[in-house]
């Protein structure tokens, strides 16, 4: 085994290891494995476990989640640069729709990232969140479907969208532009189950009109020093949101990036993190990775540049965890 980052193994990881391959119940906790992961199961090695969900990524179609009794539209947000927003954007929405569901990423970020690693054109003339927001396009018109998956479809950014704040400001029900574009008909004829809003890195117009559009919101947290400076204004703009323009919101889901296991630094924000989130964090965590950060420069998330990676397995687990807690989200909204 190589050295570096991808070969080290994470304390957290293995900690959970079993958990992340066993059947994970709405309500968190683990349980027997059944339905489509019977294949997965507590008495296989990690080795054969890993080979089991890279088989799902290389053969699409072969384990399928249930399909969820509700549409999850989740935006992805820390205004803190360098967290791994667009990366958790778009491999998450790659590990579910590698498992049979259907997924659309909307691009809010003027860099375009997400657009770049889904593998969709966003070159300045091309349909996209910019002429959306302004009310120049429809969402069907600026839709595009990723070449990686038949399930994965993206509203791509432009560099566009970098002027969008200031034309925003003067327009009537700024905050609402993102939410009424992505009417219910069209997300309807879609059939889509979860739909993922990757914001840029501030707080600023673009992210208000992704926080009223949705009613969860996916923070990942990067275990490293300062991982939580910030997450505290991000927390109290989210309550401003929701006392102001959307009351369904929450903060259903953190997520753990970036981490090392070869440092204790990286146990003690994860305990932190769940200490004051609680079951908001995922299990499954995600491990510093070249082949995470490698992959964006080739049009592809970490499932397709390298589906045997630590990093593709972990957001493979991320994705399975998260459609499992859709029930458990149900109940508390209710």
């Not at 981490?259 to 079951?279: C, I, M, N, P, S």
């Amino acid at each position: 085994m190589s050295g570096g980052p991808e070969a080290t193994v994470s304390r957290e990881t293995d900690h959970n290891s079993s958990r992340s391959t066993d059947h994970v119940s709405p309500n968190g906790q683990g349980a027997e494995p059944s339905g489509p992961y019977d294949g997965i199961s507590l008495e296989d090695t990690p080795i054969g476990a890993a080979a089991q969900r890279a088989s799902q990524v290389l053969h699409p179609g072969s384990v399928s989640l249930p399909k969820p009794d509700r549409r999850r539209m989740l935006t992805i947000a820390n205004q803190k640069g360098g967290v791994g927003k667009t990366t958790t954007a778009v491999n998450l929405a790659s590990a579910l729709a590698v498992q049979g569901l259907t997924v659309l990423v909307v691009d809010l970020d003027p860099q375009g990232n997400a657009s770049t690693a889904l593998g969709v054109p966003h070159h300045s003339g091309v349909p996209s969140s910019y002429e959306l927001l302004i009310g120049e396009v429809t969402p069907k018109e600026a839709l595009q479907q990723s070449p990686h998956s038949e399930k994965l479809f993206c509203i791509p950014a432009t560099i566009d969208l970098a002027g969008a704040e200031i034309e925003l400001v003067s327009m009537v029900a700024r905050e609402n532009r993102l939410k009424n574009a992505l009417s219910e008909s069209f997300l309807n004829e879609l059939d889509v189950d979860f739909v993922l809003i990757d914001c840029p890195p501030s707080l600023g117009l673009l992210t208000v009109n992704a926080l009223v559009a949705a009613n969860e919101v996916l923070i990942p947290i990067q275990c490293e020093y300062y991982a939580l400076e910030g997450v505290g204004q991000l927390l109290r703009n989210i309550e401003l949101v929701k006392s102001h323009l959307n009351p369904a919101l929450h903060v259903s889901t953190v997520l753990l990036t970036m981490y090392d296991g070869r440092t204790k630094l990286a146990d003690q924000v994860a305990e932190e993190v769940r200490g004051h989130f609680g079951e908001a964090v995922l299990k499954a965590v995600i491990p510093r990775s070249v082949k995470v950060s490698e992959a964006p420069g080739y049009g592809m998330t970490v499932l397709d540049y390298d589906p045997g990676s630590r990093g593709a397995m972990s957001y493979l687990d991320a994705g399975r965890e998260l459609a499992a807690r859709t029930a458990s989200i149900k109940a508390q909204e209710n």
